[in-house]
């Protein structure tokens, strides 16, 4: 008779949190001595030409083989138990993390101060307490936000020298970035409306745009946007993860977290593509049907000056959509044509650091009445 004794096969994957597997090497052994001592003791007390002995022998031998090739090829993987993530940056090399620190720095503190800027002069004059700038310094706080919840993380991690975060900051960063982004989206379509109103309708632009439809439509658009950030983190909970956490971004991005999950992503790929179209191809539509209103009633006006002013109105957050946009539809075209994780990391750079630095520049810029209203705020300053 023919034994199938297997030694422990040591070819486990290492996984999160390493279990002792003496245990299951012991029971493995033990079941190999029972089953081969009962069959010893069959073939014994039975003729040795019995055919349905013989048969049932080598079943049990079968049995027994497959029985420890399937406990031999258990791979351990960690289900519900992680606890950190490792966020490879945008860059491993050691020398330009020095550099790097201080350009994120720098780019932090210009967006923060910048977009906080704008709030203060818009709270502060009573002349920009209107619905465009309302919704200016709504985009200008959700700026602060969206790059707070990544860039100080990255820059810790930098100083530490220490690039793991945990689970729940994971988490975290994968709800307030998903939030604030389709905020964004929303303010940025709501704004065209406004200037929709303001242009094609401008006798009726006090009754559309009052305070209440104003307050109402910032605070269904932050629901709505929380709602998607929620639905999209509760999937990650049912998520489960094996043995490489590393993601190679500087910030827990949701399609690069999905990408290291051992279970069916489906549903989440699925989720993702349909809230994407809903959330963002809506407010999208919204802001060409605005923008091709205004161009077909700029063009009807007889004045020339009639017309500059028009542009003028929309040019800064015309600005701001073209770079909000179109930095984002270069992080969606690198993500897919580009199969190098290091210039992914780069373009998400240049959707969620550059245009909120850039947004206070183009509005101070090019808008008259919030340039006369940061003077008065940076001229209160000393007197402090």
């Known amino acids: 008779m023919t034994s199938f004794i297997q030694e422990p096969s040591i070819s486990f994957r290492p996984s999160v949190f390493p279990e002792d597997l003496s245990s299951i090497f012991y029971i493995q052994n033990r079941c190999q001595t029972s ?16 055919a349905y002995d013989a048969e049932s022998i080598h079943l049990t031998d079968l049995l027994l083989h ?29 020398e330009l993390q020095p550099f790097i620190f201080s350009l994120f720095l720098i780019m932090y503190l210009i967006t923060v101060l910048g977009n906080l800027l704008i709030v203060l002069a818009v709270c502060s004059d009573s002349y920009l307490h209107t619905p465009m700038y309302l919704f200016l310094s709504n985009l200008s706080f959700n700026d602060i936000c969206i790059s707070t919840t990544t ?39 709501v704004m065209a409306y406004d200037r929709y109103v303001a242009i094609c309708h401008p006798l009726r632009y006090t009754v559309i745009m009052n305070t209440c ?29 094996c043995t490489n956490l590393e993601i190679p971004q500087f910030f827990c ?31 999208l539509c919204g802001i060409m049907f605005s ?10 006006m007889s004045s020339a000056s009639g017309k500059y002013k028009a542009f ?4 800064s957050h015309l600005s701001v959509i073209s770079l909000f946009y179109g930095t984002a539809f270069g992080v969606y075209l690198s993500s897919s044509f580009t199969h190098s994780p290091k210039k992914t990391a780069v373009a998400s750079v240049m959707y969620l650091v550059f245009p909120q630095m850039m947004n206070p520049f183009i ?18 300053i000393p007197s402090l």
């Open 253 to 283: 991005e949701l399609t690069q977290v999905l990408k290291l999950a051992c279970s069916s992503i489906l549903i989440n790929n699925i989720l993702i593509y349909l809230v994407s179209f809903i959330f963002a191809g809506i407010p």
């Open 151 to 189: 860039i100080p993380k990255m820059l810790v991690n930098i100083l530490t020298q220490n690039q793991s975060i945990t689970y729940t900051g994971c988490l975290n960063q994968i709800f307030f970035v998903v939030a604030f982004g389709s905020f964004e989206n929303f303010i940025l379509a």
């Open 363 to 380: 509005y101070s810029l090019r808008n008259k009445d919030v340039k006369v209203s940061l003077r008065k705020v940076l001229g209160r």
């Open 35 to 50: 089953f081969l001592k009962d069959a010893s003791q069959t073939t014994s007390n039975y003729a040795p030409g019995a």
């Open 213 to 241: 439809f104003c307050g109402l439509i910032i605070l269904f658009s932050l629901l709505i946007s929380i709602v998607n950030s929620l639905l999209h983190s509760l999937m990650v909970l049912h998520v489960s993860f």
């Open 66 to 94: 497959l029985s420890t090739r399937f406990i031999n090829n258990v791979e351990p993987r960690n289900q519900t138990g992680v606890s950190k993530f490792i966020l490879l940056g945008i860059t491993e090399d050691s």
């Open 291 to 300: 923008y091709t209103q205004i161009f077909s009633s700029v063009l009807k």
């Open 312 to 315: 003028s109105t929309c040019g």
